[in-house]
């Protein structure tokens, strides 16, 4: 089947030691999104990718970082974490932009600990 | 600016009984919204997509919604509730355009009852 893969599933990271998050998709899509999510909160965009464009939000720290080497794989690197980057971290996808091609379909998440 | 509100917090049912989710949304043009399901620790599974080709919109597990632009709402509504529908919901607007962001209601955790 057709997905949104994020590995590892869970990640604990030490305070300052970097981390890199992985997505992969199945489904050819031209946009990949990087979401954090906190507790109780709805997920907040961090940036986007539309094919090698990369798009950053205004508010995503300078420590949160994004490669997409292809179509198919995105990372996510937290340069130095700090404990206010616990969160789950959620990857999307969708094939474009517009009302016929917007939707994004999420992976499971990274559930990511600092200690 | 387009907007997202969840009226509710918090909904608790009683198994086999209706749900009733409410949503409202502000855009200045004819949105695509959206409910997403998020079971804990997972990710966000797509519900239904309205996108004006049709004002009812039926999703998956039996879970459909009305959008009715005199009211800028978007109720998510089901006939009768299980356990396994206890999560939290998003209501969603996109931002049509490039890279169309999306924009998350508060959400709604859904608590439903023995």
């Known amino acids: 089947d057709a997905m949104v893969i994020q590995n590892p599933r869970y990640q604990v990271t030490q305070f300052g030691k970097p981390v890199t998050l992985s997505c992969s998709q199945t489904l050819n899509h031209n946009v990949m999104y990087w979401y954090q999510q906190k507790s109780s909160q709805a997920p907040k965009l961090l940036f986007h990718y539309y094919d090698k464009d990369f798009n950053n939000e205004a508010d995503t720290p300078d420590n949160f970082q994004s490669r997409r080497p292809n179509t198919s794989f995105c990372f996510l690197d937290i340069r130095s974490p700090g404990l206010g980057d616990a969160a789950m971290y959620l990857c999307?996808?969708?094939?474009?932009?517009?009302?016929?091609?917007?939707?994004?379909?999420f992976g499971p998440g990274t559930r990511l600990t600092v200690l | 600016a387009q907007s997202v509100t969840q009226l509710d917090s918090h909904v608790s049912v009683s198994e086999g009984t209706p749900v009733l989710l409410r949503c409202n949304y502000s855009s200045s043009y004819s949105p695509s919204l959206f409910w997403y399901v998020q079971h804990p620790n997972k990710g966000l599974q797509l519900l239904l997509k309205?996108?004006?080709?049709?004002?009812l919109v039926k999703g998956i597990n039996g879970f459909e919604a009305e959008f009715k632009k005199s009211e800028t709402s978007f109720h998510l509504t089901k006939p009768s509730a299980h356990m396994s529908d206890a999560a939290e919901y998003f209501c969603?607007?996109?931002?049509?355009?490039?890279?169309?962001?999306?924009?998350f209601g508060a959400g709604t955790i859904l608590r439903v009852k023995s």
């Open positions: 999307a996808t969708s094939r474009g932009a517009g009302a016929a091609a917007d939707t994004q379909y």
């Open positions: 969603v607007v996109s931002d049509s355009g490039y890279g169309n962001k999306l924009v």
């Open positions: 309205y996108t004006s080709a049709a004002t």
